[in-house]
């Protein structure tokens, strides 16, 4: 009896922590690194263990400077034989609060509520000048992510998303025909419907470097009760990164983005006077390329923070015009996650 028990001893002392290190080895062999997130600019493409929450602040700026139809850019001059108004530039600001919370180690929800500020500049065929503004809440998304397969570095995701019309649609300022002017299509914050938000994900790591590629939509099923759809718009992005420490990492990112005319029409809009309010000058695609950095902290009193970074401008444009084109973007992130 003393023998068998001694034995037992032995064996919890000794085959223990040998069943404990095999169990280790199963864990994954990449975690807690910088590229474990895609760059800034790519929303969903990781999930979490079951429990865990994060909580995300991303910046984006977009900046539009002069008109331009197809690959070719529109002096104001020209765009003002057409119309009696042109919009100059543009720029856009969006600060966009998120989090997400991992119901399973297969299932992560994620919601966004987005904080939008637009201000257009324009000039007049008299030669005068105005602004418009624009600011508030856009459109809340909710959105599921739903796990493929996860292997050894390898993951594959389905994100299934849908968005609720809490952007205002029906924004006014003051502008040469008058006060409280209705603003047209860009300055608006939301679509007005319903829409679905589809995505599917698949990343790579290895040991210093990562990849991955995306592709998704935004689908516009029906028109808001101003008469008019958003066009559906069609997004595929691939990036890849190397880790240059355990807590950073830089990377690179091309994007591509195609988008259709708006369905219907506003009637209180005159598509006769200026190009933003005309429903089938807004179609258009692109081609964006980006670089960034990841920063991580694994461990210490900053355990869980990441800070991100992106920078980047079109490759490639294409604009159902006259249409303001887009020449600089930003995006600036903090995630945390416990």
């Known amino acids: 009896m003393k023998s068998k028990q001694l034995s037992l001893i032995c064996w919890t002392l000794f085959a223990g922590p040998t069943l404990a290190h095999e169990e280790n080895e199963k864990e994954p062999r990449f975690s807690s690194r910088a590229d474990d997130h895609a760059p800034i600019g790519v929303m969903g493409e990781h999930k979490h263990k079951q429990g865990e929450v994060m909580f995300s602040y ?5 900046l539009m400077d002069g008109n331009r139809d197809g690959t070719s850019r529109l002096s104001t001059g020209r765009v003002l034989q057409s119309f009696p108004v042109t919009p100059t530039d543009m720029e856009m600001h969006m600060h966009m609060f998120g989090a997400m919370y991992a119901v399973s180690d297969n299932v992560t929800l ?16 008299m030669g005068r000048r105005f602004s418009t503004r624009s ?29 609720a019309p809490t952007g205002d649609i029906e924004p006014e300022d003051d502008t040469p025909a ?31 470097w990562s990849w991955g590629a995306q592709v998704g939509a935004s689908l516009r099923f029906y028109k808001n009760r101003e008469d008019y759809a958003l066009g559906n718009q069609y997004n595929a992005t691939v990036w890849g990164a190397r880790r240059v420490t355990d807590w950073a990492s830089a990377s690179l990112r091309v994007a591509g983005s195609l988008w259709t005319d708006i369905r219907g029409a506003d009637p209180e809009l005159n ?11 807004r179609g258009g695609k692109r081609i964006d ?35 303001l084109e887009t020449d600089f973007l930003v995006q600036l992130g903090w995630q945390y996650s416990f």
């Open 110 to 125: 994620m919601g966004m509520v987005p904080y939008l500020i637009n201000t257009m500049d324009h000039v007049t065929g």
């Open 271 to 281: 598509p006769a006077m200026i190009s933003t309010a005309d429903p089938d000058t």
């Open 58 to 62: 991303r910046y984006m700026h977009m």
């Open 178 to 208: 008058g006060n409280n002017v209705e603003l047209p299509y860009p300055m608006r914050l939301g679509s007005g419907t319903f829409d679905l938000h589809p995505a599917l994900t698949f990343t790579r790591k290895l040991e210093d």
């Open 135 to 163: 600011e508030g809440i856009g459109d809340v998304r909710l959105t599921g992510i739903f796990t493929l397969f996860e292997e050894d570095g390898d993951t594959g995701l389905f994100n299934l998303g849908i968005s």
């Open 289 to 323: 390329a980006f670089v960034g950095l990841n920063l991580y902290a694994p461990e210490g009193g900053l355990k869980g923070n990441r800070l991100a970074l992106e920078v980047g401008g079109p490759l490639y444009q294409w604009l159902d015009g006259p249409q």
